[in-house]
């Protein structure tokens, strides 16, 4: 585990944000975490920063325990915040330089590492000011100036949360990229935008996480209904498959069918193959997270 | 080191960008010559605007006159101006958030404070010796200037107490991570000061005679030795004060 997060808790004055959270972050994963406006995620990040003391519990990342303030840990990650602001009157290549000097990068390294991460972002041929960039840009520039120093943790504050969809694709793709690099640790309250790139999700809700596990498993609750496309007109599909016993509805040109048990199944597939129908597709109908996320807020 | 002498290099940058260099050496060449300038047409002046036939004896301008008003010009414009300028040092990087990417890379908080008080002091040096060397050879162009005493040493003073108002708005700056909040503690103290200055022993320590004492330091009346309480006492407290920031900075919450 990269991180591992022990029973913390913080609390600003008599507010309890964070509830005794316990949270694991396996390497090379891309961990979603979701949760409301206001939920505590942010506050989540800094204590992994170690830019806010914890009232109780610990952290520790690559084995390294966070402390408040100056923390070793944060040797292994790069951090991206929700608005990242930057030195205006650099260009992305001084920036970086001056990241790669902090970050003690050798001078040999750094000119090649800058290169590389332009490349990644797609600002290799932007030389133009900060001051001139757009939002999709700094938040581009604020990945490659995370992943500097080869972090073992990149940990993004709702990365997409401003940007218009043609931005948010590309840092979506750019994260989903550098997961064999590093492992993403990265906040939404976009569910979609978790779905699409995650492989854990954890969801923080009133300060407590609520549900995490791997996508896979929290999408793939079949709720016993399975989605048909045929070679024939969906129509077509249905008419002729009224008189059967079998629960089902025409949803966007779909046949959406209720098969809650093995036999049923079977009994179905029967049924197509005596009707002389083809199958084009088939596949469970799944609950989608943002289901789930939306259950949980009521 | 490097990262000390990297992210000094990003503060030198920085002030050239904002045009702070520029606007230091024009201001305090405009006050070094304003000083010999304004001595040198006083009486001019005077006699413009006395009544007419009126016979006023007013004596001619001397090398004492430029200097007092160096020690006038300076402290009251030069000096505040100054304070404005580097009154948001830390509020700016603190309310962008340019600071905490920076921090959560290795950069040390107390790196952040160091250089930019060094940055601060080094401009606050080059002000002086620029508004102190133009009045110096302007003065001396037109003024013997041999009969003044310890013009240096009164000089210095000025740049001790300039030292401490900067520890001073870098402190407030920090602690309140607000662009006016630097500017009025340093109010706050200053008036302090002056308050202080109504009890006629807090001569022995208070900062502001520093200020107050250099036409006597000029004509002889009071020698450096005379000084040694505020002066020591206003390093040791501006030295005080960048290590009350920086402590306080290690503590702040990001």
Not at chain 1, 167 to 175: D, K, M, N, P, Y
Not at chain 1, 227 to 238: G, L, M, Q, S
Not at chain 2, 177 to 194: E, M, Q, R, S
């Amino acid at each position: 585990m990269v991180v591992q997060i022990n029973g913390i808790s913080k609390r600003f004055g008599d507010h309890e944000v964070l509830k005794d959270i316990h949270l694991d972050i396996p390497e090379h994963t891309v961990f979603g975490f979701v949760g409301a406006n206001g939920s505590g995620k942010t506050t989540l990040m800094k204590c992994i920063l170690g830019l806010l003391p914890l009232n109780a519990g610990s952290i520790t990342i690559a084995g390294e325990p966070v402390t408040f303030g100056e923390t070793k840990s944060n040797q292994y990650v790069g951090y991206l915040p929700d608005v990242p602001d930057f030195y205006p009157f650099y260009n992305a290549i001084q920036y970086l330089e001056l990241c790669a000097v902090i970050t003690n990068i050798p001078q040999k390294e750094r000119q090649r590492r800058i290169a590389e991460l332009l490349e990644l972002v797609g600002l290799a041929s932007t030389t133009s000011l900060i001051s001139t960039y757009s939002r999709g840009m700094k938040q581009r520039l604020g990945i490659a100036q995370a992943l500097l120093n080869r972090p073992k943790l990149l940990i993004c504050d709702e990365p997409t949360s401003a940007l218009d969809p043609a931005g948010r694709a590309q840092i979506l793709s750019i994260l989903h990229k550098v997961k064999e690099e590093t492992t993403v640790f990265f906040s939404t309250h976009i569910v979609s935008d978790a779905e699409q790139i995650c492989d854990h999700v954890a969801m923080l809700h009133e300060g407590t996480i609520i549900f995490q596990d791997e996508l896979v498993n929290l999408k793939h609750q079949i709720t016993g209904q399975f989605i048909f496309t045929f070679t024939i007109p969906v129509a077509e599909a249905h008419e002729r498959l009224r008189h059967t016993p079998f629960e089902m509805k025409i949803d966007s040109k779909q046949l959406v069918v209720s098969l809650p048990n093995e036999s049923t199944q079977l009994a179905f597939m029967q049924e197509l193959t005596t009707q002389k129908i083809l199958i084009q597709s088939m596949h469970p109908k799944t609950r989608l997270l943002e289901q789930l996320v939306l259950e949980v807020l009521g | 080191m490097n990262q000390w002498l990297g992210f000094l290099k990003k503060e030198w940058f920085e002030s050239v960008k904002t045009y702070k260099l520029l606007l230091v050496l024009v201001i305090f060449s405009i006050l070094g010559i304003l000083n010999p300038f304004t001595a040198k047409i006083s009486p001019v002046l005077f006699e413009q605007f006395m009544p007419e036939g009126a016979l006023v004896n007013l004596p001619e301008p001397t090398a004492l006159d430029s200097w007092l008003q160096f020690y006038k010009n300076v402290p009251q414009m030069g000096l505040i101006v100054f304070i404005l300028l580097f009154s948001t040092l830390m509020s700016k990087e603190l309310e962008k958030g340019t600071l905490v990417i920076l921090l959560t890379k290795g950069l040390r908080r107390s790196t952040v404070i160091t250089t930019k008080f060094f940055m601060a002091l080094c401009y606050w040096t080059l002000a002086i010796t620029l508004s102190f060397t133009i009045t110096y050879a302007y003065t001396a162009y037109y003024w013997d200037q041999s009969q003044l005493q310890h013009l240096l040493f009164a000089a210095s003073c000025l740049y001790v107490f300039g030292i401490l108002l900067l520890a001073v708005t870098l402190w407030g700056n920090t602690l309140f991570a607000t662009p006016y909040g630097g500017t009025l503690v340093t109010l706050l103290v200053v008036i302090t000061l002056f308050i202080a200055a109504i009890f006629p022993t807090s001569a022995n320590w208070n900062p502001l005679e520093l200020l107050t004492a250099t036409t006597q330091l000029l004509t002889g009346e009071l020698t450096p030795l005379d000084l040694w309480g505020p002066y020591t006492i206003t390093l040791f407290a501006a030295i005080l004060v960048v290590l009350l920031t920086m402590s306080h900075f290690k503590r702040k919450l990001l």
